[in-house]
């Protein structure tokens, strides 16, 4: 006792800290109230909860044993501030641990006088320490909570464009579906409708006429329908592939035929390489591209148009393509030809329009046939469109 008091005498010209440290301690008792009336004061009173549990934890191990640096049991008071609640809890933890440090376990205890010089320097840096420490921890809490809160919002976007984009998707449909299917039963209602009331007194050319009629609309509307059924298998991943050894020549004849059956008025050419191999598809599924491709062509090339269907054999693939020496594809659709619903203007003496869906649908296909397809205009002269098919050959068994 007598070491200490006489040790005091000297501590008059460091007690002067002793007015800074209220004053640090003013000023971090202080720091709630200018977060705003609004702040939540539970952070503040976990953290310091949190210095008053490492005090005690101090003050029983040194109880126990003399251990040096027990005082990094503050800085675990204020990393747990710092990363349970942020910076500002973290620095009153440090300057409550600034405190408690220099009140409870600095020479002469119980006041915030300091008697040595080292010791004035250890307190401050514990103090340095430990507001450093507080705001790299809070600066990393801080960061991983914009980072959460970007994924978070990230996530509502993408959700939102999703539901927005299925929102789009479903009305278009709905749009053309409304669209394209008034108007093959517009026809098919008018005339059924003469054949009930004037059927007994209609001639025999005008009857037939007009059942042919019903019969070409119907089979447009079953091309429709079948359309939109493969849409959603494709998109659905659950196309079914029956695989067949196919001759490309006969497929060309039943596209053309099928393409005049329905009333096409263009003129039709027909072109396969000597010797091409058959090809390994779906019979079904590629009399639809043909179709899709072909009704396109008689839609947008003109009444008068030529359409050319070739095929040929490369090393690697089996090349098809549809032409016709219409006006062509704007360039502006053109990147846009084999997305969902897209339509290219209507011109003079197009045949109608239709769904949409056909050159995607064709497309589909022909990707699930590990090919692939592309669209070229204009062909030549400014003029023409081309469409181009490539299917991987495979070897016929024998």
Known sequence: MHAMAEA?????????AHPAARRLADAVRGAPRRLGAGAE???FVWSAAAVALATLARLLLTSLARLPNVSMVFLL???????????????????LSFLAYNFFFIEPLHTFSVAEAHELLALF??????????????RARDQARTALERARLAEEVNTARA???AERVRNTLLVSISHDFRTPLASILGAATSLIDYGARLPEPARRDLLAQVKDEAEHLDGMVRNLLAMTRVEAGGLEINRDWVDIRELFD???????????TQSFQVAVEPGLPFAAADPILFDQVLANLIGNATRYAGLAASIVLRARADSDAIALSVADDGPGIPPAVLPHVFDKFVRAPRRAGDAGEGSGLG???AKGIVEAHRGSIAAISPVANGRGTRFEIRLPVEERPR
């Open 359 to 361: 050159l995607a649908i």
């Open 77 to 95: 008071a204020v990393l747990f501030a710092a990363a349970r609640f942020g910076l500002w809890p973290a620095l009153l933890a440090s300057g």
């Open 254 to 264: 039943r596209a053309v035929a099928m393409a005049k059956r329905r009333g096409a």
């Open 8 to 16: 005091r005498p000297p501590s008059s010209a460091l007690g002067r």
């Open 125 to 138: 840096v514990l103090l340095a320490v430990a507001v450093l420490t507080s705001a790299i921890a809070g």
């Open 41 to 43: 004061a539970w952070p």
């Open 163 to 165: 539901a927005a984009e």
